[in-house]
């Protein structure tokens, strides 16, 4: 994470929940014109926010970075900036079980841990190193980790990413290994065209897919046990 330099201030966005960005000592001082709460890192490390609602902190609050300092809903990526990639998806799924909890329907974790995860699926590259990727290019965890060992068994330079949050039906139409799976959320046209100028192959290794043509899932006893995507068996 790339630490503001002193005396940056940062405002709040609508009825966003201002978050330090910092772990640090809090003041507060009080101006013509507004309240301003400071957060003192370590070193040179400093971030002043100009605060406009219910706040949560007082004057000499040790807090850490990703805590609320006013009240509000928190903008799941700046969270993802500021604390990473597993305290947003801990966040998500928490907030969302607590909506259907409230409504006194009760869900299994797993499902949203599911959703989630494909949301969180993606990651942008910054610096691409020897690789044939472009600075700014989104692309599979799974495809840039295969990519990235290809790279440093051949003595380049790997490249490196930040994590990305996409929307949910972002994340659907996203799905490139499967255009039926992805045609079947929304923009079905949009998808298909794409993937007929592309000449994409969908090899139903996924299960909507499979559901779509009629074939068996490749779960339980749908899947191929020779199959060469299995999991290795112990002592294998």
């Known amino acids: 994470h790339d630490y503001p330099r002193k005396g940056v201030i940062r405002q709040r966005k609508g009825e966003e929940a201002l978050i330090s960005e ?42 850490e970075a990703g ?54 699926r993606k990651v942008e590259v910054e610096e691409p190193g020897d690789t044939d990727y472009l600075p700014g290019e989104q692309i599979d965890k799974v495809q840039f980790e295969e990519v990235n060992r290809e790279a440093k068994e051949g003595g380049g330079r790997p490249a490196t990413v930040k994590p990305v949050l996409l929307a949910i039906p972002k994340a659907a139409q996203e799905d490139k290994e499967s255009f039926l799976s992805a045609a079947s959320f929304q923009k079905t ?32 006893t749908g899947f191929d046990i020779n199959s060469k995507d299995r999991a290795p068996t112990k002592g294998e």
Request: proline share 2%; aromatic share 4%; hydrophobic share 40%.
């Open 189 to 220: 046209k949009q998808v298909l065209a794409e993937a007929a100028i592309c000449g994409q192959v969908d090899t139903l290794k996924g299960l909507k897919g499979n559901v779509i043509v009629g074939k068996l899932v490749p779960a339980g």
């Open 22 to 63: 910092i772990e640090g000592k809090v003041s507060i001082r009080e101006e013509k014109g507004g309240v301003y709460v400071k957060v003192k890192g370590e070193g040179d490390r400093e971030i002043t926010y100009e605060v406009g609602g219910e706040m949560l902190v007082s004057d000499g609050d040790i807090i």
């Open 67 to 120: 805590d609320k300092i006013i009240e509000g809903s928190i903008n799941p990526r700046s969270l993802l900036s500021i604390k990473g990639t597993r305290a947003v998806e801990e966040y998500l799924v928490n907030q969302t079980q607590q909506v259907y909890k409230s409504q006194g329907v009760n869900i299994n974790i797993k499902h949203f841990e599911v959703i989630v995860r494909q949301m969180m």
